[in-house]
């Protein structure tokens, strides 16, 4: 079992930044990507970034490339999600999950792939 739990949200100007913080334990050595998704009100959830834990290769969607980055801190098991130059459309409960499939080509983008989940974190952007 593994748990995540998210931390850092809150309501942030547009223009501002943010770095949200998972928190891994239980059995963390079996996690192979760590990634966060958002969900805004009456949308699906939509994967952000992600990063592969022993190499450090991330991926990212297109939507935040350049303005969001992702990181981590292995010897504590944290992920990390600096958000830059927030927009209203950042507006969401920001979810970090983990993976724990090897041999993936590259990095999943569904939910579907993603064995464990936080509670989630919300973000508001006000403009």
């Known amino acids: 079992q593994v748990q995540l739990v998210e931390f850092g949200g809150g309501l942030v100007q547009a223009g501002g930044s943010l770095r949200l913080s998972c928190a891994a334990s239980?059995?963390?050595?079996?996690?192979?990507?760590m990634a966060w998704f958002r969900q805004a009100p009456g949308k699906e959830r939509e994967f952000v970034a992600g990063?592969?834990?022993?190499?450090?290769?991330?991926r990212y969607a297109d939507s935040v490339k350049g303005r969001f980055t992702i990181s981590s801190d292995n010897a504590n098991n944290t992920v990390y999600l600096q958000i830059n130059s927030l927009k209203s459309e950042d507006t969401a409960v920001y979810y970090c999950?983990?993976?724990?499939?090897?041999?993936?080509?590259?990095?999943?983008?569904?939910?579907?792939?993603?064995?464990?989940w936080g509670q989630g974190t919300q973000v508001a952007v006000s403009s």
């Open positions: 239980g059995r963390t050595s079996t996690i192979f990507v």
């Open positions: 990063l592969r834990r022993w190499t450090n290769i991330p």
């Open positions: 999950a983990a993976d724990l499939t090897s041999g993936r080509v590259r990095i999943a983008v569904s939910v579907n792939e993603y064995d464990y």
